[in-house]
C-alpha cells in the first residue's frame, strides 16, 4: 500500500518570505499523480498543484511551485511571497495511475502559519 | 454551476444511534469517496463507488456503509454511531474521462460529534 508522509506538522513564514512544506511518499508503481491541497479554516478542501508521475518539469501556478524527486520519492511544496491568505492546512497527496480515478491517499497535513 | 453538497453540515448524536450523511454531486461524475478527517491523521478514506450498484471499502470502513442507487447521490451511514466516530466528513466526485488527472472535487464537510 501506498503512504505519504509529511514530517513538519507545522511551520511558519514571514509575510513576503518563500517556504518549502516537505513531502515523502512511499510506492512501487512507476505511474502516479501527486497533489498539493490547502484546506483553510473554511474547511473546504482547495487543490493547489498537480503533478504527473512522468512528467520531469516541476508543475508551477503562480506562487505555488513543487521539487519533484521521483527517484527519492520526494514531492514538496514551495509558496513564493507569502500572503496571509496562505494560512492553512496543507495536505500532499497520492493517486494511483492504475485505474481512471482512483482514491487519494493523504498526509497527515503541515498547518502553516504567516506572520505579518 | 454544478456543485457537491453534503448535510447537515454539523450534527451531534448518541452512541448508538444510526446516523446518515448525505452527499449529492451534479457534476455527473461516476465516481464518489468517502474521507474522514481527524487531528493527527489526515484525511482517510472511508468508502468509494465508482458506479451505480457499485461500492468500496476503503481503509477505515467498520462501522460504516453506503450504498449507490443513481449517479448523484452517495450516503455514508453509520449503523451504530460509537465516539470513535467523531470526526468530519468528506464526500469528493470524479470523472472518469480522458483527463488523466480526474481532480476530485470535494464538499463542504460534515462535522459530526458523537456523545
Known amino acids: 500500500a501506498q503512504t505519504v508522509t509529511q514530517s513538519q506538522p507545522e511551520m511558519s513564514v514571514q509575510e513576503a518570505e518563500t517556504v518549502t512544506l516537505s513531502c515523502t511518499y512511499d510506492?512501487?508503481?512507476?505511474?502516479?499523480?501527486l497533489f498539493w491541497y490547502k484546506q483553510p479554516p473554511s474547511r473546504q478542501m482547495i487543490l493547489v498543484i498537480r503533478q504527473e508521475a512522468y512528467k520531469q518539469q516541476n508543475a508551477t501556478e503562480n506562487r505555488f511551485s513543487v521539487n519533484f524527486q521521483k527517484a527519492a520519492k520526494s514531492f514538496s511544496l514551495k509558496i513564493s511571497d507569502s500572503q496571509l491568505g496562505d494560512a492553512a492546512m496543507y495536505f500532499c497527496?497520492?493517486?494511483?495511475?492504475?485505474?481512471?480515478?482512483?482514491?487519494?491517499?493523504f498526509g497527515k497535513g503541515t498547518r502553516l502559519s504567516v506572520i505579518a | 454551476d454544478a456543485e457537491i453538497t453534503q448535510s447537515p453540515r454539523h450534527k451531534i448524536t448518541e452512541t448508538g444511534r444510526q446516523v446518515t450523511l448525505a452527499c449529492h454531486q451534479t457534476w455527473n461524475h461516476n465516481n464518489m469517496f468517502w474521507y474522514r478527517q481527524d487531528l493527527g491523521h489526515g484525511l482517510r478514506l472511508i468508502h468509494y463507488?465508482?458506479?451505480?450498484?457499485?461500492?468500496n471499502k476503503g481503509e477505515v470502513s467498520d462501522g460504516y456503509s453506503v450504498s449507490r442507487s443513481n449517479t448523484e447521490d452517495l450516503p455514508l451511514t453509520l449503523e451504530s454511531a460509537a465516539s470513535s466516530q467523531t470526526s468530519v466528513y468528506f464526500c469528493a466526485s470524479s470523472d472518469s474521462g480522458a483527463s488523466s488527472y480526474n481532480e476530485q472535487f470535494f464538499g463542504p464537510g460534515t462535522r459530526l460529534t458523537v456523545l
Open positions: 463507488s465508482y458506479g451505480v450498484q457499485d461500492t
Open positions: 510506492t512501487s508503481e512507476s505511474d502516479y499523480y
Open positions: 497527496a497520492y493517486r494511483s495511475a492504475r485505474g481512471a480515478s482512483t482514491p487519494l491517499v
